[in-house]
């Protein structure tokens, strides 16, 4: 208080708010120039401004008459920029650096707070500020003499254009589709410097007339600085509280509050969590964690929550591996999203995850190369999906981070069981897309028991295979026996041979049934050479079927046939084999096909289906096998391209690989049409593959 005492309030002075020149009034300062020095006499020529950009230029004429202005230097400035030609073009028209261009930057983006203040008769009248802008020398005139000197280097080392340059102007182009922009990337070319330049470009400049400091109109205009009525009306923004006068007149800073980091999105509190759906909940904590035991993941959604809606929630957004629930590849990577680094869909992405996901179900080491040579995805986007589950260890691999948890499988046999059948549908689809070998189905760990892996020959094979068969004669008999009375008793006119009847023990022939064992050795069916050994099957004998059997086996043979060429169009007879044995994994056991079915049975089928072999020219140098040679294709599938389709598969009869414009014009010309990309493409990718810019049938390229 005595501080306030011993300072007496000496004057009173009336504070007006001017609103005239209200978002017209901009600060100019000059920083390369003493305050003593001002631009008041200097001749300004022109002046302009981008109002958006709050961007403005002035031309100030250049006294050429000074003694201290360089008249040679200024004509060398002014010859280089314009040349010898002056046209409208020209920036000195006089052919002497006579002016100069100053360009402005605005010096503080917020302005708000600042006003331009005229005191007079014991009044204070304020204006607010538009903006406040430096003005600086714009030097880019030195970038057109730069560019009028490239031009001239051109021209003479250029001279007369021949057929020779132009030829050597062609230059190879390389066509690439940009991936779909994400809102991360549209921020980063919204805020780049070529964006913001593009966007300065396209506001056009406003032209303006300069009014010097002592000009009539100048005097006019500064009138507008004064508030114009000193009633209340005029001035009802100053008629506040203190505090709000206060607060008017310091507002808190726009600024400072954009500067705070925003929190990442993939961040919620724990106490956000819990206001969410129990499914929402599982599926963020799941999304973020990626890898988590259901011990942890019950603690983390707090007391009181029901384990079995939880273990039904958790299964929709994650799978079993080791005993612990790893989010599902579709939850990272939803429809129509790409990888970050290589650009692949996410379909390509989830396949790939679910081999590695799939890998640790069996072994809990995965190699990286055996991973990235199966799914054939970039090493980035193979070490996303190892660092989702699995931690690295040097010269070891990479080895899935959390311990087996037995305690959670012996208390859910049930969720282990289910677990495991959708890992053996997924398994089937990995096997369909990656044509897995045996060495990636067979787990590690079982190869690591013994120190010294059994090894049996082809021959070796063989041999046990006739002394299994031997083994059996005698219930074989029997069963025939069996059979022959029943076919006997049922129909008189049948006559058998029964006594030339027998087991017949015959070398690998053409009628041999197909060795299915390679291929069905890694799906878990029960399947041993395509029979199940726990239903009684008919059984083929002496390379036929009981009669009842036979027309039940074609119908169904004819079917799988049928369908399948009409989904492929081209097939080696290797595929339709490996084809094949899939479709019989997928049946019950005891089904009609279990009976054997030969390769001579199934060539003969394909071409009874309308399907035609395409004896392909192979090169003499070829490692394929006698199974990939045999070509075949359906001829006529009842639709608008069988011709066309036709006129491809003569095509490749007589050649091996073909380039793609040799193909449209023999379908343009055989077809008497010119056909358009969709349709040539159309038939392209029912009958071919590309690779290395040619063009083969189905199945017929060699790695």
């Not at 590849?329 to 680094?341: A, I």
Request: glycine share 4%; aromatic share 8%; with cysteine.
């Amino acid at each position: 208080m005595a501080n306030e005492e011993d300072d007496p309030i000496i004057q009173e002075i009336d504070v007006f708010l001017a609103r005239s020149l209200l978002e017209k009034l901009y600060l100019f300062q000059y920083p390369i120039r003493p305050a003593s020095m001002t631009y008041d006499d200097v001749t300004h020529l022109s002046a302009k401004i981008k109002p958006k950009q709050q961007k403005v230029e002035l031309e100030m004429a250049i006294d050429t008459l000074n003694p201290n202005y360089c008249r040679s230097k200024g004509e060398q400035i002014a010859l280089n920029v314009d040349g010898t030609c002056t046209d409208e073009t020209s920036t000195y028209s006089s052919k002497l650096m006579d002016k100069q261009t100053f360009c402005s930057s605005q010096a503080a983006s917020n302005v708000s707070r600042y006003a331009a203040a005229v005191y007079k008769k014991g009044e204070l009248h304020l204006t607010p500020l538009h903006g406040i802008l430096q003005l600086r020398p714009s030097f880019t005139y030195l970038d057109k003499a730069d560019a009028k000197h490239r031009e001239r280097e051109a021209a003479n080392e250029g001279g007369d254009s021949s057929q020779d340059e132009a030829e050597d102007d062609v230059k190879q182009i390389t066509v690439r589709f940009s991936r779909p922009e994400t809102e991360q990337a549209r921020q980063r070319r919204v805020q780049s410097y070529e964006f913001l330049q593009k966007r300065q470009a396209e506001e056009h400049w406003v032209h303006l007339h300069y009014y010097g400091l002592k000009d009539s109109r100048s005097e006019h205009e500064r009138q507008y600085l004064f508030s114009q009525g000193h009633g209340l009306a005029e001035n009802t923004e100053l008629i506040k509280s203190p505090s709000e006068y206060l607060m008017m007149l310091m507002p808190p800073s726009v600024e400072e509050e954009n500067d705070k980091p925003m929190a990442p999105s993939n961040v919620l509190s724990m106490a956000q969590l819990r206001t969410l759906p129990l499914a929402d909940q599982i599926k963020i904590l799941m999304k973020n964690v990626k890898v988590m035991p259901f011990a942890n993941l019950m603690s983390l959604l707090g007391s009181g929550t029901d384990p079995t809606a939880v273990l039904r929630c958790v299964q929709q957004v994650a799978l079993l591996v080791q005993g612990n629930w790893v989010v599902k590849s579709d939850v990272l990577y939803p429809k129509d999203t790409s990888s970050p680094h290589s650009g692949v869909p996410a379909e390509v992405l989830c396949r790939g995850r679910d081999f590695v996901m799939w890998k640790f179900t069996q072994d809990r080491w995965v190699v990286r190369k055996e991973v990235a040579a199966v799914t054939k995805l970039c090493p980035e986007d193979v070490k996303d999906f190892l660092e989702h589950m699995s931690v690295a260890r040097i010269n070891k691999g990479w080895e899935f981070m959390l311990p087996y948890d037995e305690d959670f499988v012996k208390k859910h046999p049930d969720i282990v069981q289910r677990q495991q059948m959708l890992w053996m549908g997924i398994q089937a689809k990995l096997e369909k897309v990656y044509n897995l070998l045996k060495e990636h189905l067979t787990p590690k760990k079982q190869e690591a028991q013994s120190a010294h892996p059994l090894l049996v020959s082809g021959e070796q094979r063989v041999n046990m295979a006739k002394a299994k068969v031997k083994q059996n004669y005698g219930q074989l008999e029997k069963e025939f026996q069996k059979q022959k009375a029943e076919m006997k008793s049922n129909d008189a006119s049948a006559k058998m041979d029964v006594p030339n009847a027998r087991i017949k023990e015959e070398p690998a022939s053409v009628e041999e049934p197909m060795d299915t064992s390679a291929h069905n050795e890694g799906l878990n069916n029960g399947l041993v050479n395509g029979l199940h050994p726990a239903q009684g099957s008919p059984e083929p004998l002496n390379g036929h079927l009981p009669g009842g059997c036979i027309d039940r086996v074609a119908q169904e043979l004819k079917a799988f046939v049928s369908s399948t060429f009409k989904k492929q169009f081209v097939l080696t007879l290797s595929e339709l084999k490996r084809l094949f044995n899939l479709h019989l994994a997928s049946l019950p056991p005891g089904h009609t096909l279990f009976s054997g079915i030969s390769d001579k049975m199934l060539q003969d089928m394909v071409l009874d289906t309308g399907c035609k072999q395409i004896l392909v020219p192979f090169p003499p140098q070829t490692a394929a096998s006698p199974d990939e040679l045999k070509v075949y294709a359906l001829w006529e599938a009842g639709d608008t391209y069988d011709q066309h389709r036709q006129v491809l598969l003569e095509i490749f009869s007589k050649n091996y690989r073909v380039r793609r414009n040799v193909i449209q014009n023999q379908l343009s010309q055989e077809c008497g049409e010119d056909l358009n990309k969709q349709e040539v493409d159309r038939v392209l990718k029912d009958c071919c593959v590309s690779y290395g810019g040619m063009w083969y049938l189905k199945g017929t390229v060699q790695s």
